[in-house]
Each structure stands twice: as C-alpha cells, then as structure tokens.
C-alpha cells in the first residue's frame, strides 16, 4: 500500500494545544484538541503520542508548522519547517474556507483577535491579551460559578426570552453584575444570554474598535463551538456569522497549509521524528550579570544537551553552539 504524505500543523496556545495532519490536497485526516494545563512541552509530546497511533506505518510525515504563543518551542521540539504567528495561520485557514472571507473573528481561551482580510490579503488585524471578558476563559469561569456544564452555556442561552444585561468591559465587574442579577432572582437562561452578549459587546468595543467589519465573517476558535456567542455576534452585527467545521483547530491548519507549499518549493522537511515523544525536554534560565541589562536567558534542553538559547538582548548566548556546558561556569 503507497504511503500517505502527510503535513502535520501545530497551535500551542496557553489553553490548548492543537494538532492536525493534512493531505497532499489540503484535506485534514486527523485532528486532536487537548489542553494545554501549563504544561505545553508535557501537552505536546502527549498529542504526538496520540497522532502517532492514528497514522498508518506506511504514512510519512514530510513537512512540519508551528504555530500559537508556544510555537518557537513547539518548533525546537519538532523541528519546524515553517513558525508563523496566529494572524497568519488563521488568515490562510479563513480563506482556505472561504476564498471570499472579509473577516474573521477569533476568540480562544486566553486571547481573541479579529482579522480584516479583502481580496484574500490580510490588511488589518487586533489583538487582546490583557482582559479575560472578551475571552473563552471568561465563560468557563462563569458556566462553573453557575454549575452549568459549558458544553451546555450556548444551548440555554438559546432558551432565553428576556435577556439581561450585564456589564463586560471588566471580567471582574461581569462576574459581580452576574451575582448581582442572580440574587435578584433572574433565571440562569437570562443572566446566560446576558454573559454572552456581554463579551461580544467587549469584543467589538475592544477588539473590533474602528474595523470594517464586512461579510462574509467567519467565527473560528474554542468559543465558537458556543451558539449563544455566534447569535450573540449576528444579533450585534446584523450579518450572518459562519462557523466553519474545524473552527477550533483554525490555526493549526493554516500553518499545515503553509508547511505544505514550503515543501513544494524545497522537498525537505527539518522534523526530527516521532521519537521525540520519548525524550527528556526541559527549559530552564538564568539572569545574565555580564552588563547592566541583567537579561533572562532561557535555555533549551534535550536529553541534557543544550538545544537552544533565547532572551539575551546582546546576542551572547543565543549565538554559542549549542553545548553541554555549564551555562552558568
């Protein structure tokens, strides 16, 4: 049987960590969405763990993308072909659904972002990293306050018929204005529909502030897998928001995409193999005392050998060969 050429696509973000692997015709073939808990290094290997046991022995992973807040490390683990920020891989990804996509908005666990495309270029783009109301963090917290599975958030916020509103500039304030309505006697379906209105007031006001928010407009990220968020979206636009069907795992595919032409232009992948599921990973520091910078370099370690360095400003250690010594002698 003639082996599959497979494209392997990377989202290590500070919620989950996401893999994908595509074809040679941009079909994704596998997919796995695990979280992160901290421990990106420990989240990746696992995945690879996993993805592993779904190829078949004759598959051949020839090209590699890394993506999300994690994917300089996650391109020091696997070998990367192609490292590329989160507004590129979701941009490729949108357009790869839709070749006419104007906008896309985004909104992951700890950070949402929204990005302005016209004739298949991105020409604009925000992010938020700085307040959990316009994120998936955000729901999570309250579905537990509310003891309300969040699988289950969207489809009550569905049922309401008298939303309330809440104030979301805040997540603090949010949370406080939600304990507020319930001891006022407001049912759990409201104060649902209010939290969910609430963000998208966040994240159009934040975010989306000044952006010519044009249709075709594709939600992707873990929150649109929420209805209540996406009728929310719609309701405040008045534009159809479309979900596209691997909404969460966006960003790893865009940079499968991206992997894919790399090895059409080079036939050659820098993967290390799966055999790294097996080795001992870790990252550790030190603070530079050389000059006044007092820099933090970070460092690297494979099996305990020095991979790579990062974080000194003058180039002093990041540019030594990667040794065994004793970073600190």
């Known amino acids: 049987m003639e082996h599959r050429k497979l494209f392997m696509g990377i989202d290590v973000g500070s919620v989950s960590t996401n893999i994908i692997f595509i ?3 941009e079909t994704i073939v596998e997919k796995l969405y695990i979280r992160t808990q901290g421990q990106p290094i420990k989240a990746l290997q696992e995945g690879l763990k996993i993805m592993k046991k779904r190829l078949l022995p004759e598959d051949k992973v020839i090209g590699v993308g890394t993506t999300g807040s994690g994917r300089n490390l996650a391109n020091m683990i ?13 941009g490729i990804a949108g357009l790869k659904e839709r070749e006419d996509v104007s906008t896309i908005l985004e909104i992951g666990g700890q950070d949402s972002k929204i990005i302005i495309l016209r004739n298949g270029i991105i020409q604009d783009f925000a992010m938020n990293t700085v307040c959990a109301a316009g994120t998936g963090s955000f729901l999570d917290r309250q579905a537990s306050r509310l003891n309300i599975p969040i699988e289950e958030f969207g489809k009550m916020a569905l049922k309401s018929k008298n939303s309330i509103r809440i104030a ?10 939600m304990i507020h309505k319930q001891q006022m006697g407001h049912n759990n379906k409201d104060i649902i529909k209010g939290l969910c209105e609430a963000l998208v007031r966040n994240y159009l006001s934040n975010v989306g502030k000044g952006k010519e928010i044009e249709p075709p407009i594709l939600f992707q990220g873990g929150v649109a897998a929420n209805i209540g968020i996406k009728q929310a979206f719609e309701e405040a636009l008045q534009q159809e928001v479309i979900v596209p069907k691997y909404f969460d795992v966006m960003g790893a595919y865009g940079v499968a995409i991206l992997a894919k032409e790399n090895w059409e232009k080079t036939h050659k992948t820098n993967f ?3 055999d790294i599921v097996n080795t001992a990973l870790q990252i550790k520091s030190f603070d530079c005392k050389d000059c006044a910078n007092q820099c933090e370099v970070i460092y690297f370690l494979s099996n305990g050998k020095i991979r790579a360095r990062w974080g000194d400003r003058c180039g002093k250690w990041s540019n030594l060969k990667k040794t065994t010594e004793n970073l600190l002698a």
């Open 23 to 25: 074809d040679q015709k």
């Open 78 to 90: 696997v070998g990367a072909d192609v490292v590329k920020n989160e507004i590129t891989a979701h």
């Open 168 to 177: 979301g500039r805040c997540a603090v304030f949010a949370e406080s204005d």
């Open 272 to 274: 290390y193999g799966f």
